[in-house]
C-alpha cells in the first residue's frame, strides 16, 4: 500500500496536522467542504464529502426529504493524536438532535490496493457474536496472550473454588445441564460473572431451593444473562462458573455474610471473569445474536466515485463510546455495570475481565486494555485496576520494588493539584473533570508518559513539570510505633513496619503509608457509585478492604486506625436534596454519606518552623477508636454506637446560612439551599457540608447555631455538633462537615491571620 500527501487546502488542510498542533483538528460547515469539492482543487475534501454523505443517508433514511447541507450544521473531524488515533468525524444537525460520530479505516487485512489517507489507521472489523467464530477467536487469543506472554498477569491458579460453583455440561442433545456443587475439593478453572441484578431478579438460591438447585437448575429458568455467561463459558471449554445469585444463599444471612467476605478470593482465583457491561439486569443478556446491531451505523465501504478511485478501500462504521475514568453520566449509561458498587471491587480483584459492550469486547488484565474495534492503544488503561492492583494483590516479598513506581504516580497528582486548590465549597472544579484528569495522569505515569495536558484555561507552568529540585528522595524502612508520631495515630496500636520519604517527611504527619494515599483514590473512585442496597456501603468494598489491611492495620468502617488523621479529611462533591437514608458508618466516616467523597491532594507537605511550636502544641491525639462490625464480615456492616475518643484543638464557631442576590444589582435576597460558612471572630469560612442542613431531620443544624471546630491539619478542621452524652464520660459530638484555612490566610498573609486564635484544648468524643 502507498501513502499520499495531498497538497494542504484551506478546509482539510489535506488532512495533516501542524506540527504545534497536539492533534488534527477541522471545524468547518456543509457549505464550505461543498465548494471546496465543486472547486475541484482538493480530493481529500471529495473523500470527505462522500463518507459524510454516506453515513448520513444511514442515519436519515427515516426522515422527511432533505439534503445533507439542509440537515447539517456543521462537521469536526480530528485525529492523529496518537499512532493508534484514525480520523473521527462529528456532525452536528441543524434539528439540535444528538451530534453523531463516525470513523475512518481500512481493514486490518491490509487488503486495501488503494492510497493511503493521511490520518486513516487500519481497524479490525467487530464481530457480530461473542460466539461467533470471529468473537471466539478475539477472545481467546486475549486470554492465551495473557496467560503465555504477560509477566504481571497470574497464569494459572492452584487454590481450591468456591464453596459452591455451578457445574456445567452438555448433553449430546437438548439445554446445557447447570447444577449447583459444594465443597468441590480438587482445584478447578472456573469463571466468575459480573452483572447487574436489576430489580426483580429471576434466579436466585435460597434455603428452600439449594437442594432443588443442586440436582439441577432448568435452563429456561436462567435469565438471558446467566445463560449467555455459561454459554460463553462453555465455548473457552470451562467446566465452572460462579455467579453469586445462585451460588449464595440469599435469605441465609450468615451464609451471606461469610461468603461476601470471601469476594477477594473468589475473583482473584477465578480464570476469567465474564462482565455483562451493557445489561441493567438479567433479562437483558451478556450478548445477543447480531448485537452490533445497536450501532445504528455499521462497518461499510465508503462509495467514491471514478475520480477519487485512487482512494478506494476506506471504510466507515459509527465510532465505538469507549467508557472513562471515573464514570461519567454518558458512561455510566452506555455500560451501566461500571456504575455500580459491586462491580468495582470484582473488576480490581479479577485477574482478567472480558467485557461485553454493546457494540463489542473488551479485555482487560493487569497488563492491558484492548478492544476489538482497536480504538484502544496497547496497555491503555480505562479503569481503576492499574492503580490499585499493587495494594489489593496479595501481599508478597516484591511489594517493596512496586513502591516507586506507585510513588511516582501520587507524585503525577500532586502535581496535577498543586495549582487546582480547592478551599472555596461555592466556586469548585467540576469533581468528576478534575478526577478524570487526575486518574488518566496517574496512568501515563504508570506508563512512563509525562502528565496529560490540562484543558485551556487551566495550564500549569512547565517549570511545576520539572524534576523537584529538593535533595533526592529516599525511602527508608523503619518500626515505629503508633503513639510516637503526630497524625493521631491510636496510642496502645502494635508496632508496625512503615515507608517514609525523607524529603517529603512533614511535621503534619510524617509517615502517611503510600497504601494510605492509594485507598483514598480507591474512595474517591468508589463512593460515587451505585448500590440496590445502602446497606452494603462497607460489604460491596469488603474484599478490597481484606488485601488492602496487610498495608494498614485495623480497619474502621472505611477509615484505617494508623492513619486516621488523614483519612478523616474526607469532603462530599455533591449534596442531594431529600437524602434521609440511614447512616451505615459513624458521622465521623465517609460511609455516613450516600454520595462521592474527595480527599485533598494540594495540603502543605511543610509547615514554616515559627509555625511548628503551634502545630506541636495544636496537633491531635486519638485516645481510641471503635466500631461494632455486624455478623461475620468484619469488613462489613457496622452497628450504630462507633466512636472516636480525640484530644485536640477546639474552637467554638457560628453556623450560618447564605444568602445570595437573585439577580446582579437586585436587592432580593434567597437563601442557598447548599451553602454554609462557619463564622469565626471577623472571619467568614466556607463549609463543606456533609448534608443539606437546611432540611428537617437528623442533620438539621439551625442558622447561627453554635458548633465547634477540630483541628486535624494545620489547614483544615472538622465541624461538629453537640449531640446527647449517651453517659459518656467526654463531651460528645457529630460531624456536620468540615471546613479549609482559606488560601488568604496561609499565602497572602503568611502567619499573620491565625485562623484559630483562642482554641483550647480538649477531649472529646464523636460519634
Known amino acids: 500500500m502507498s501513502s499520499v500527501n495531498a497538497a494542504p487546502c484551506d478546509v482539510c488542510n489535506g488532512l495533516l496536522k501542524d506540527d504545534h498542533d497536539r492533534r488534527l483538528a477541522l471545524d468547518v460547515t456543509p457549505d464550505e467542504l461543498d465548494q471546496s469539492v465543486k472547486a475541484g482543487k482538493c480530493p481529500l475534501c471529495g473523500v470527505l464529502s462522500a463518507a459524510i454523505q454516506q453515513f448520513g443517508e444511514a442515519t436519515w433514511k427515516d426522515d422527511p426529504p432533505g439534503s445533507w447541507d439542509e440537515r447539517i450544521a456543521r462537521i469536526y473531524a480530528y485525529g492523529l493524536s496518537g499512532p493508534h488515533d484514525t480520523l473521527s468525524i462529528e456532525v452536528y444537525y441543524k434539528s439540535g438532535g ?8 481500512y481493514p486490518k487485512s491490509g487488503s486495501t490496493k488503494g492510497v493511503l489517507l493521511p490520518g486513516v489507521q487500519e481497524r479490525p472489523s467487530l464481530s457480530t457474536d461473542p460466539l461467533s467464530e470471529t468473537g471466539l477467536g478475539w477472545a481467546s487469543t486475549a486470554l492465551r496472550s495473557c496467560l503465555e506472554d504477560h509477566a504481571d498477569c497470574p497464569s494459572e491458579n492452584s487454590a481450591a473454588p468456591p464453596k459452591r460453583v455451578l457445574e456445567i455440561t452438555q448433553p449430546p442433545s437438548g439445554d446445557i445441564n447447570v447444577l449447583l456443587v459444594s465443597d468441590v475439593t480438587d482445584s478447578v478453572r472456573y469463571a466468575a460473572l459480573s452483572h447487574c441484578w436489576g430489580t426483580q431478579p429471576s434466579a436466585i438460591t435460597t434455603k428452600a431451593t439449594i437442594k432443588r438447585n443442586s440436582r439441577g437448575i432448568p435452563w429456561k429458568q436462567l435469565p438471558a444473562t446467566f445463560q449467555d455467561a455459561i454459554t460463553f463459558s462453555m465455548a473457552i471449554g470451562l467446566r465452572y462458573i460462579w455467579i453469586d445469585a445462585l451460588c449464595i444463599v440469599q435469605d441465609d444471612e450468615v451464609d451471606w455474610q461469610v461468603q461476601s467476605s470471601l469476594m477477594a478470593d473468589i475473583y482473584q482465583n477465578a480464570y476469567l471473569t465474564l462482565a455483562a457491561t451493557h445489561s441493567t439486569s438479567g433479562s437483558i443478556g451478556c450478548f445477543t445474536a447480531g448485537r452490533c446491531g445497536k450501532i445504528l451505523v455499521g462497518e461499510q465501504e465508503v462509495t467514491l466515485p471514478d475520480s477519487l478511485r485512487r482512494w478506494h478501500g476506506v471504510r466507515l462504521r459509527e465510532k465505538v463510546q469507549h467508557w472513562t475514568a ?24 479479577s485477574p482478567r475481565v472480558l467485557h461485553f459492550c454493546a457494540e463489542e469486547m473488551v479485555w482487560e488484565c493487569k497488563s492491558t486494555t484492548q478492544c476489538e474495534c482497536g480504538g484502544l492503544p496497547p496497555s491503555t488503561g480505562l479503569g481503576p485496576r492499574e492503580i490499585f492492583g499493587d495494594i489489593t494483590a496479595t501481599p508478597t516479598a516484591d511489594d517493596e520494588a512496586n513502591t516507586d513506581t506507585i510513588l511516582l504516580a501520587l507524585r503525577s497528582l500532586q502535581l496535577e493539584s498543586q495549582s487546582n486548590r480547592t478551599d472555596r465549597p461555592h466556586s469548585l472544579e467540576s469533581g468528576a473533570d478534575w478526577a478524570s484528569r487526575s486518574i488518566q495522569n496517574i496512568f501515563r505515569t504508570f506508563r512512563g508518559q509525562p502528565p496529560k495536558p490540562r484543558p485551556l484555561g487551566m495550564s500549569i507552568s512547565a517549570a511545576t513539570l520539572q524534576p523537584s529540585s529538593r535533595p533526592q528522595r529516599r525511602r527508608q524502612s523503619r518500626e515505629t510505633t503508633l503513639s510516637d508520631t503526630i497524625t493521631g495515630r491510636i496510642t496502645n496500636s502494635p508496632r508496625l513496619t512503615t515507608y517514609s520519604e525523607t524529603s517529603w517527611e512533614t511535621r503534619c504527619w510524617p509517615d502517611q503509608p503510600v497504601a494510605s494515599r492509594l485507598w483514598q483514590k480507591l474512595v474517591e473512585q468508589y463512593s460515587p457509585l451505585l448500590l440496590s442496597k445502602e446497606t452494603d456501603r462497607l460489604p460491596a468494598l469488603s474484599g478490597i478492604t481484606s488485601r488492602v489491611e496487610p498495608h494498614l492495620g485495623g480497619y474502621r468502617a472505611g477509615l484505617w486506625s494508623t492513619t486516621l488523621a488523614p483519612d478523616l479529611l474526607w469532603r462530599t462533591t455533591q449534596l442531594k436534596s431529600g437524602s434521609h437514608m440511614v447512616a451505615q458508618g459513624p458521622s465521623w466516616s465517609w460511609t455516613a454519606v450516600n454520595g462521592g467523597v474527595q480527599y485533598w491532594d494540594d495540603l502543605r507537605v511543610d509547615i514554616d518552623m515559627t509555625e511548628v511550636e503551634s502545630w506541636t502544641r495544636r496537633r491531635p491525639l486519638f485516645k481510641s477508636c471503635f466500631v461494632n462490625p455486624i455478623g461475620k464480615n468484619r469488613f462489613g456492616q457496622v452497628a450504630p454506637g462507633g466512636e472516636i475518643v480525640i484530644q485536640g484543638s477546639l474552637l467554638r464557631a457560628r453556623f450560618r446560612y447564605v444568602w445570595t442576590r437573585q439577580d446582579h444589582g437586585s436587592t432580593t435576597r434567597t437563601l442557598d439551599y447548599f451553602r454554609y460558612e462557619v463564622h469565626l471572630d471577623g472571619l467568614e469560612i466556607g463549609m463543606y457540608a456533609d448534608h443539606v442542613c437546611m432540611e428537617s ?32 464520660k467526654f463531651p460528645t459530638y457529630r460531624r456536620i462537615g468540615i471546613v479549609r484555612q482559606p488560601q488568604a490566610f496561609t499565602r497572602e498573609y503568611v502567619s499573620a491571620v491565625d485562623w484559630l486564635a483562642g482554641s483550647v484544648e480538649k477531649t472529646i468524643r464523636i460519634i
Request: with cysteine; proline share 8%.
Open 98 to 105: 444528538p451530534r453523531r460520530t463516525f470513523e475512518l479505516f
Open 697 to 728: 431531620g437528623p442533620h438539621h443544624i439551625s442558622d447561627y447555631e453554635e458548633v465547634w471546630l477540630l483541628l486535624i491539619h494545620p489547614d483544615v478542621c472538622l465541624v461538629l455538633a453537640d449531640t446527647l452524652a449517651d453517659g459518656s
Open 326 to 349: 471515573p464514570m461519567g453520566r454518558a458512561s455510566a449509561k452506555t455500560h451501566p455495570v461500571l456504575s455500580r458498587g459491586w462491580i468495582f471491587q470484582e473488576r480490581i480483584l
